[in-house]
């Protein structure tokens, strides 16, 4: 188990320096940030020191060089555009963000077992259909549109919620749904087909044989089994809300990390670039290991070695 | 069907919210914040920092505008007036400048605003190499002390609107700055003008409440947030739901609709904005005068300004906007003739040579349409067009380091309001941006940067925008009107130069 797991986190480290390599080089391919630095008064000679003054007249080996000697001590250099460091920048965004996407992801995936176990239990074909049709309509609207229908009903209708921004709990409800229902119209279909792959099964049948009921065998005899597949895609799919749902965070005017990675991206602010990507892709490593050792507890099967 | 749906979905989601609602928002908003006159207003994005010597985005700008005063400030008219300095004379043609600082004006630590520290603010911008606001002082040599309440700057060629360059460069105090340190300074800023900064939520809220000490009285409104909502849609919602009081730069297409609602206004008004198309005459493609010229003519500009940017926009024969100073009302927009364009290129023997069109497509509103528009008008004259949408971060350093290669468009709004600057940016060798140049153009320019009388000044420069209309050098397009979108409680007009002072601003009725 040890060697398993510090086998896994060495990976992880492998895979966070691959992607910070990566966003090194493909950063510098986007274009040159000095000119978009300065006013449009600035002359070629202002350009050019300041080009020498962020150090990017030097050779792009060396460039790299001293970017990871400083990034092994945890310095990602300071912002481009503002006075902070960019590591700081992100940081700074990343409670905002965790509270959109786990919001949205308990929720969505609470609604999701609430309805997927509902419909199960009472076998109901009318509920089954109500349920498709809702996920199906929604994963039909794309995040963007029903962001704006979620605002035109309840807060210029309505005046119920608050539109934009972050503040108390009135201010997360309009986003977290938004994500929400798209992640419960996923986990639904999910656990749906998963609960139906386990429904032909032997010990299904044998359960019943036994004379147990439909509600126990659902609960204590499927529901584990239907597990398995959802912690995997969900793994996933928590690893990418963290990233910043970037959408939602725009139609909402919500400050987290997404957002500041793609205005970082049009200004050219290297280092605030890089940082966001370090975190997010941390972030999603390590989901990654935890939903290994998670699959590992829940199915037996899975050995670690 | 998905209709009904969509329905059913909303709402079962609002009966399970209407509790949570009823709790949160509407309980936020009580009588005791109703008594607060506050503002709230819309900006597309959120400053970067709260120290105005090391950023230049008009955005930031706009709050630094509320926060910090300057030695003096452009007139809602355009005109430039006194703030920090008093008076001011100029000596050895526009190259000595003395400013008179009033006394009594103090920061929002209680500490006077002193000469010292409108030299240091100065000084400090010179040395960093880094600071965006250094090349708006590219010419000042030195600066002095003058007595126990003047600043001279000497200058190393004659500047005829230093005056109005001053109001780019917002005054610090040297001693807080210096106890804070610049990343302190950058989030709890100090400053002198008509409000003070609360709170600085990044990407959030800049908030800001009224200087009761302001030397110029205090404002109209207690609290001031500026928002940022980075997309439209978002900020009409904001001003439809009456969470939003002030939207700037709407677009066209959000005019008409938003106007119909109940509770809000449009305000219109010309801006100092110009929209223009620009060739690099050294391609030999572009060389020849009468090709330039048969572009100009096959453009529509009424119909691109009545029709596609629904009246948003006037046709305009010059670079400067009307509302700069330097602009010249007797030179007219380029009539739309598409037979004359076509006798043109038949004289230049046009043989469906390639032209590239390049543009930046998110920089300013219905660019992408606009230019779809002109590249339409020259392959109705059967000029052949290519066109090269790119994003402005793409676009801005190609324009920059003069590295357009063939036709472009490009857009500038002169925040200080005097078209020395398109001269300076559009027209002069040494500097310019622009391809077309000669040596004739840059006398006069030099020529008005030392002239003290205005009127002729205005005439100098207005004998460069004929010969760039004469030349086609350029093919200007349209002069943008500009909407803001309102609350009605608020009275309030919007300025020709994009910018937001509250200082003397609104004033707030009711809710």
Redesign the interface.
């Known amino acids: 188990m040890t060697r398993f797991v510090l086998f896994r986190i060495g990976q992880s480290v492998f895979t966070v320096f691959g992607v910070l390599t990566a966003a090194f080089f493909l950063v510098r391919l986007s274009g040159d940030p000095t000119a978009l630095l300065l006013p449009e008064q600035a002359t070629a000679a202002e350009v050019a020191a300041l080009r020498t003054e962020l150090g990017l007249d030097r050779p792009l080996w060396l460039q790299y060089g001293l970017f990871l000697g400083k990034a092994l001590q945890g310095d990602f250099g300071m912002s481009f555009r503002q006075h902070s460091s960019a590591l700081g920048l992100v940081l700074e965004r990343l409670p905002a963000t965790l509270e959109l996407a786990l919001t949205a992801f308990v929720l969505g995936i609470g609604m999701a077992f609430v309805a997927g176990l509902a419909l199960r239990l009472s076998g109901s074909r009318r509920l089954r259909a109500l349920f498709y049709w809702i996920a199906f309509v929604r994963q039909a609207i794309p995040i963007f549109w029903f962001g704006l229908l979620m605002i035109l009903l309840f807060s210029v209708s309505l005046r119920w919620l608050p539109s934009l921004g972050r503040g108390g709990i009135e201010h997360l409800i309009l986003p977290a749904l938004t994500l929400a229902t798209f992640e419960f119209a996923l986990y639904l279909r999910l656990l749906d087909a998963a609960f139906s792959e386990q429904q032909t099964q032997d010990y299904v049948r044998t359960a019943y044989a036994k004379g147990q009921t439909r509600a126990r065998t659902i609960l204590q005899h499927m529901l584990p089994n239907a597990l398995l597949p959802i912690v995997t895609v969900a793994g996933i799919n928590l690893g990418v809300l963290l990233g910043g749902a970037v959408v939602t965070e725009t139609v909402f005017s919500w400050p987290g990390v997404g957002r500041l990675i793609v205005q970082s991206v049009s200004q050219r602010d290297y280092p605030v670039i890089i940082a966001g990507i370090l975190v997010t892709s941390v972030v999603f490593v390590l989901i990654n290991l935890l939903v290994d050792l998670l699959y590992a507890v829940l199915d037996p099967r899975v050995r670690l070695s | 069907m998905?209709q009904q749906?969509?329905r059913?979905?909303?709402i079962r989601?609002?009966g399970a919210?209407?509790v949570?609602?009823?709790m949160?928002?509407?309980a936020?908003t009580t009588a005791a914040q109703a008594q607060e006159r506050r503002l709230v207003v819309a900006q597309s994005?959120d400053v970067?920092?709260l120290?105005p010597s090391?950023?230049?985005a008009a955005l930031a700008i706009n709050v630094y505008l509320n926060v910090y005063d300057h030695l003096t400030q452009i007139n809602a008219d355009g005109s430039v007036g006194p703030s920090l300095a008093l008076s001011w004379d100029i000596a050895d043609g526009a190259k000595v400048w003395t400013f008179k600082v009033r006394g009594g004006a103090k920061f929002h630590d209680g500490t006077l605003v002193t000469v010292d520290d409108i030299i240091w603010t100065y000084k400090k911008i010179l040395a960093d190499?880094?600071s965006?606001v250094?090349?708006?002082l590219?010419n000042v040599t030195a600066i002095d002390k003058i007595g126990a309440d003047s600043v001279r700057f000497t200058l190393d060629t004659p500047f005829i609107t230093f005056d109005r360059q001053v109001t780019l460069v917002s005054v610090l105090p040297q001693k807080a700055y210096e106890a804070l340190g610049?990343?302190k300074f950058?989030v709890q800023p100090i400053g002198s003008g008509p409000f003070k900064v609360v709170r600085w939520?990044?990407?959030?809220?800049v908030e800001l409440v009224a200087n009761a000490d302001y030397w110029g009285g205090a404002p109209q409104v207690d609290r001031v947030t500026f928002?940022?909502?980075?997309?439209e849609?978002?900020r009409a919602?904001?001003l439809?739901?009456?969470?939003?009081d002030i939207v700037p730069v709407l677009p066209p297409t959000l005019v008409a609709s938003l106007s119909q609602r109940p509770g809000i206004r449009i305000e219109k008004v010309p801006s100092n904005r110009t929209v223009y198309v620009g060739f690099n005459v050294t391609n030999p493609g572009l060389a020849d005068v009468k090709l330039r010229r048969a572009i100009d003519h096959a453009i529509d500009r009424e119909a691109i300004t009545s029709k596609l940017l629904r009246g948003m926009g006037t046709p305009i024969g010059q670079i400067p906007a009307p509302v700069l100073f330097g602009h010249d009302p007797a030179i007219k927009a380029t009539a739309y003739d598409p037979a004359r364009s076509r006798q043109l290129l038949a004289e230049v023997g046009y043989k469906g040579e390639k032209i590239v069109f390049q543009y930046p497509n998110n920089r300013w509103a219905f660019a992408e349409e606009v230019a779809q528009a002109i590249g339409g008008y020259l392959k109705a004259v059967g000029i052949q067009v290519e066109l090269q949408s790119m994003?402005f971060?793409?676009f801005?350093?190609l324009w920059?380091?003069n590295k357009l290669g063939h036709m472009y468009m490009f857009s500038?709004g002169i925040t200080v309001m005097d078209a020395d600057?398109i001269l300076?940016?559009e027209y002069e060798s040494e500097?310019s941006?622009g391809y077309w140049r000669n040596a004739e153009v840059d006398n006069l320019a030099k020529q008005q940067r030392a002239e003290t009388d205005p009127e002729q000044r205005k005439k100098i420069m207005s004998q460069v925008w004929r010969m760039s209309q004469e030349n086609a050098a350029f093919a200007p397009i349209y002069n943008e009107i500009q909407a803001y979108g309102v609350r009605d409680r608020v009275k309030w007009s919007p300025r020709p130069d994009e910018r937001l002072n509250f200082g003397y601003g609104p004033i707030l009725t009711g809710n």
């Open positions: 998905t749906w969509e059913m979905t909303f989601l609002a919210l209407t949570a609602s009823l949160g928002f509407a936020s994005a970067l920092t120290d090391v950023n230049t190499a880094k965006p250094r090349p708006y590219k610049p990343e950058s939520v990044k990407d959030s809220m928002r940022p909502v980075p997309t849609a978002a919602a904001g439809a739901s009456g969470e939003l994003e971060s793409a801005f350093p920059l380091g500038l600057l300076n940016l500097v941006h």
